[in-house]
C-alpha cells in the first residue's frame, strides 16, 4: 500500500473512539520500529517528520523515499501516512514536492487572519492533491522554541474560524505541552476542549505533546474528539535510556559490541516496546 492521507483514518478513529498515533521520526531506526510495531498489531499509523529531522535526514526527498522503500520491502498493509510535523509555509510546499502524504501548516504565531488566509491557500491546495492538512491555533507550549512554559489554551471561536476553512484535523493548546512535563503541571483543561469540540463542527481533534499525559487524561481526551495524538519525546528518551545502559555497562566494549547494529538494539527495542504501549492506549490496535 502506498502512503495515504490523515482524511478516512482519522476520521474512522474520531467515529469510532480511538486515535491514531503520530510517532515522528529521525531516521532508519525510528522509520524501522515504529513501521514494524504498526504492523505486528495491524493498526494505523502517522509517520511525522519536523523540518529539523528532514533536514537530519538530509532532505523531504529522502524521508519520502526511505519511507516509501521500506513499506513495501518490509510489506507493511496497514495504513501510513507520512506528515510534516510544526510545518511552515514554505516547508509545506516542499513537502508536499517531495510527496509527503500530509502536511501540518503551523501558523499559530502569526496574528489570527493571517494564520487564516495561510491556512486557506494550503487547505485548497492538500484538497487538489488529495492530501491531508492538520492547522494549529494557539501555540502550544513546551521547549520546542527553547522556553519552556505552561501549557497555553486556544480560543475556541478561533478555532472554529480555522476549523470551518475545511481543514482535516485540528492542534489546539489545551494546556499540552511539548517535551517534558513540569512536575507543577496542571494537567489538560476538559473545559476548554469541550468548548472547542463543540464550535468546531465534527472536525477532529490532535493532542500534541504526547509524552507525559497520564493514560486517564488521554483516554478522556479520545472520548472528547481527540483523534490524532503526537508522541516525539517519548521514543527519544527510550532510546537514549537503553543506549546509555548498554555503554554504561561496557558491552560496547565486548567482542564487536561496537557494531552500530548491536549497539542501537536495545534503543530499538525500547522504542518498539514504547510504541506498543502507545497504540495500545490509543485504541488503534486492529484498527488498520
Ligand atoms: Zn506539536
Known sequence: MGLVSLESMCRKAYENG????????????????????????????????????????????????????????????????????????EGAYKA??????????????????????KTKELVETCKRLGLSLEAEVGAIGGEEDGVIGMGELADPNQCKMIADLG??????????????????????????????????????????????????????????GVSKINVNTELQLVFADATRKYIEAGKDLDGKGFDPRKLLAPGVEAMKVAVREKMALFGSVNKA
Open 96 to 117: 508536499i514536492e517531495a510527496g509527503f502524504s500530509s502536511i501540518m501548516f503551523d501558523g499559530s504565531h502569526y496574528p489570527i487572519k493571517e494564520n487564516v488566509a
Open 167 to 224: 481543514v482535516t484535523i485540528l492542534a489546539a493548546g489545551i494546556g499540552n505541552i511539548h517535551g517534558k512535563y513540569p512536575a507543577n503541571w496542571k494537567g489538560l483543561n476538559f473545559d476548554v476542549l469541550q468548548a472547542i469540540h463543540a464550535k468546531t463542527n465534527g472536525v477532529p481533534l490532535v493532542l500534541h505533546g504526547g509524552t507525559g499525559i497520564p493514560d486517564d487524561m488521554v483516554k478522556k481526551a479520545i472520548s472528547m
Open 18 to 89: 480511538y486515535a491514531v498515533g503520530q510517532f515522528n521520526i529521525n531516521n532508519l531506526e525510528w522509520t524501522k520500529s515504529i513501521l514494524s510495531v504498526a504492523q505486528e498489531l495491524n493498526s494505523p499509523v502517522i509517520l511525522g517528520v519536523s523540518e529539523g529531522a528532514a533536514k537530519y535526514m538530509a532532505g523531504y526527498g529522502v524521508v519520502t523515499d526511505m519511507v516509501k522503500a521500506m513499506v513495501k520491502s518490509l510489506n507493511i498493509t496497514v495504513p501510513v501516512a507520512l506528515h510534516l510535523d510544526h510545518g511552515t509555509y
